[in-house]
């Protein structure tokens, strides 16, 4: 089973950037599509973007993020990011990445990591 660590959480200005990165322990990332979400205090999860691990074709989910937040993976690394710029207090919230069993993106998602908060504030 595939443990997933996010970081590079923290306090930013409105404005500001961030980039999380997702990371795995005793296993490769390599394997697995990895989808990056969030959830904000009293807000349902709220699904992001993904990236395949197989041509590593991105998507993105819904309009809030749009333009604003990229995912990208180093294979080298082992690591999956997402590169999050014009910030927003509405972006606060814990981020997770999450893996599905296959290295395409999907509706499910079985391995999760443990979160990194985002908080932006001025």
């Known amino acids: 089973q595939v443990q997933l660590m996010e970081s590079g959480g923290g306090l930013v200005q409105p404005g500001g950037s961030l980039r999380l990165s997702c990371a795995a322990s005793?296993?490769?990332?390599?394997?697995?599509?990895i989808g990056w979400f969030r959830q904000a205090p009293g807000k349902e999860r709220e699904g992001l973007s993904c990236i395949n691990s197989y041509n590593d074709s991105t998507y993105y989910y819904g309009d809030s993020v749009k333009g604003r937040f990229t995912i990208s993976r180093d294979h080298a690394k082992n690591e999956v990011y997402l590169q999050m710029s014009s910030l927003k207090p509405e972006d606060t919230a814990v981020y997770y990445c999450?893996?599905?069993?296959?290295?395409?993106?999907?509706?499910?998602?079985?391995?999760w990591g443990r979160g990194t908060q985002v908080t932006v504030s001025s």
């Open positions: 005793a296993s490769s990332l390599n394997y697995y599509a």
């Open positions: 999450a893996a599905p069993h296959s290295s395409y993106c999907g509706p499910e998602f079985y391995h």
